[in-house]
């Protein structure tokens, strides 16, 4: 059977999402793209392309009819909200827009009419000025997801041929992260990355590389006890359960190219130590994943780059990784 094509989500008007998602359908035939078709408004794009003095056809259609359309326009499901932004001067006019269409992907997907959510970037602090409640698009997927009351823990992955990064502790001020670190959030994290890296990437035993907090992962209780009091704990706690986990490791020394080949995921301890090697190796390759969903969820790795957006400069080489890999992730669930 073929597989539904991917539900694309409008991310915030302003951004390079608009010019990326024009990019990548041009390059549908010369990089064999997954169908994909974008929630939002057609006029947007329409808007785009000819600020960047593209030519490209835009149909409006229905996500059943997408796959079909895809080879001569890109698809666009509409959402019934208006998009006005204005590239590089985003507001939060079109906020209910970026997040109607993150709704209706979700509902496409979970209505099985989408083999897979890939998110367009947003603009955390205009979708807060809108009153959006949600750290970033991994907690609000999460809390769409729920079911029976009960809501996933979601897990952020950032993954690329080079690097696959997961931090533990997501989008938190450095300080809080720090005081939220414990032995059971680690060991749950971790559960969630062999499942998933199990059912949706095909490796039946992942390798674990747990990343210390402190300098030196402690340097023995001298700088800093919660490598010892935490983190090493919580790597007993899996290698208990049969998982392959290593740690705590110092994050100075764990990321050069001879020590990424002995393991398959690095579990770091808060976002930066996660995305900054992954984003230094591979920016225009990296892929966010979003692991502990009933559904998948990929995303560039980047964000809105206003100081880009509708210049023809965006590359839309990380959001076509995330393509590819939703369609691979989903054709992998399916046949398990
Ligand atoms: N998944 C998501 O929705 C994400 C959203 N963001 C949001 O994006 C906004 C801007 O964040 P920044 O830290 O400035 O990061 P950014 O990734 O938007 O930009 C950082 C730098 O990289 C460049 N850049 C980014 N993507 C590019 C591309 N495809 N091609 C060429 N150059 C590119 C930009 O021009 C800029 O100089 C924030 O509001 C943040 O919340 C950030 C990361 C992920
Ligand atoms: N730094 C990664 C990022 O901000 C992506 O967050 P999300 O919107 O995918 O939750």
Same mark, same amino acid.
């Given at each position: 059977?073929?597989?539904?094509?991917?539900?694309?989500?409008?991310?915030?008007? @302003?951004?390079?999402?608009?010019?990326?998602?024009?990019?990548?359908?041009?390059?549908?035939?010369?990089?064999?793209?997954?169908?994909?078709?974008?929630?939002?408004?057609?006029?947007?794009?329409?808007?785009?392309?000819?600020?960047?003095?593209?030519?490209?056809?835009?149909?409006?259609?229905?996500?059943?009819?997408?796959?079909?359309?895809?080879?001569?326009?890109?698809?666009?499901?509409?959402?019934?909200?208006?998009?006005?932004?204005?590239?590089?001067?985003?507001?939060?006019?079109?906020?209910?827009?970026?997040?109607? @269409?993150?709704?209706?992907?979700?509902?496409?997907?979970?209505?099985?009419?989408?083999?897979?959510?890939?998110?367009?970037?947003?603009?955390?602090?205009?979708?807060y000025?809108?009153g959006f409640k949600h750290p970033?698009?991994?907690?609000f997927?999460?809390?769409?997801?729920?079911?029976?009351?009960?809501?996933?823990?979601?897990?952020?992955?950032?993954?690329?041929?080079?690097?696959?990064?997961? &931090?533990?502790?997501?989008?938190?001020?450095?300080?809080?992260?720090?005081?939220?670190?414990?032995?059971?959030?680690?060991?749950?994290?971790?559960?969630?990355?062999?499942?998933?890296?199990?059912?949706?990437?095909?490796?039946?035993?992942?390798?674990?590389?747990?990343?210390?907090?402190?300098?030196?992962?402690?340097?023995?209780?001298?700088?800093?006890?919660?490598?010892?009091?935490?983190?090493?704990?919580?790597?007993?706690?899996?290698?208990?359960?049969?998982?392959?986990?290593?740690?705590?490791?110092?994050?100075?020394?764990?990321?050069?190219?001879?020590?990424?080949?002995?393991?398959?995921?690095?579990?770091?301890?808060?976002?930066?130590?996660?995305?900054?090697?992954?984003?230094?190796?591979?920016?225009?390759?990296?892929?966010?994943?979003?692991?502990?969903?009933?559904?998948?969820?990929?995303?560039?790795?980047?964000?809105?780059?206003?100081?880009?957006?509708?210049?023809?400069?965006?590359? &839309?080489?990380?959001?076509?990784?995330?393509?590819?890999?939703?369609?691979?992730?989903?054709?992998?669930?399916?046949?398990?």
């Amino acid at each position: 059977m073929r597989q539904a094509p991917l539900a694309l989500t409008l991310g915030e008007p @302003s951004g390079i999402g608009p010019d990326i998602t024009i990019a990548a359908w041009l390059k549908r035939s010369t990089d064999n793209l997954p169908p994909f078709y974008l929630i939002g408004d057609a006029d947007l794009i329409r808007r785009r392309a000819e600020r960047l003095g593209v030519r490209i056809e835009i149909a409006e259609t229905s996500p059943q009819s997408a796959a079909e359309i895809f080879p001569r326009a890109l698809p666009v499901a509409p959402t019934g909200h208006v998009a006005t932004g204005t590239p590089g001067a985003p507001d939060s006019t079109s906020a209910l827009a970026a997040i109607a @269409s993150i709704k209706q992907a979700v509902a496409d997907v979970k209505a099985g009419v989408a083999s897979a959510v890939v998110t367009n970037p947003i603009a955390k602090s205009v979708l807060y000025e809108a009153g959006f409640k949600h750290p970033g698009h991994t907690e609000f997927l999460a809390e769409l997801a729920a079911t029976h009351g009960k809501t996933p823990k979601p897990v952020m992955m950032i993954w690329s041929e080079t690097l696959a990064v997961v &931090p533990v502790t997501i989008h938190l001020p450095l300080r809080e992260a720090i005081t939220t670190l414990t032995r059971e959030l680690i060991v749950e994290t971790a559960r969630i990355v062999v499942t998933d890296m199990r059912k949706r990437l095909r490796l039946p035993s992942p390798r674990l590389a747990i990343a210390g907090l402190n300098p030196h992962a402690g340097e023995g209780g001298t700088l800093g006890k919660e490598d010892g009091a935490i983190v090493a704990p919580a790597v007993e706690d899996l290698r208990r359960e049969g998982i392959d986990a290593r740690g705590p490791l110092p994050a100075d020394t764990m990321f050069h190219e001879a020590a990424r080949k002995t393991y398959d995921c690095a579990i770091c301890m808060y976002h930066d130590q996660a995305l900054i090697p992954v984003k230094t190796l591979a920016f225009d390759s990296g892929v966010n994943v979003t692991l502990g969903l009933p559904f998948i969820r990929t995303s560039p790795d980047h964000g809105t780059a206003f100081d880009i957006a509708g210049s023809g400069r965006a590359n &839309p080489s990380s959001l076509i990784a995330a393509l590819r890999l939703a369609a691979r992730m989903a054709a992998t669930s399916a046949a398990t």
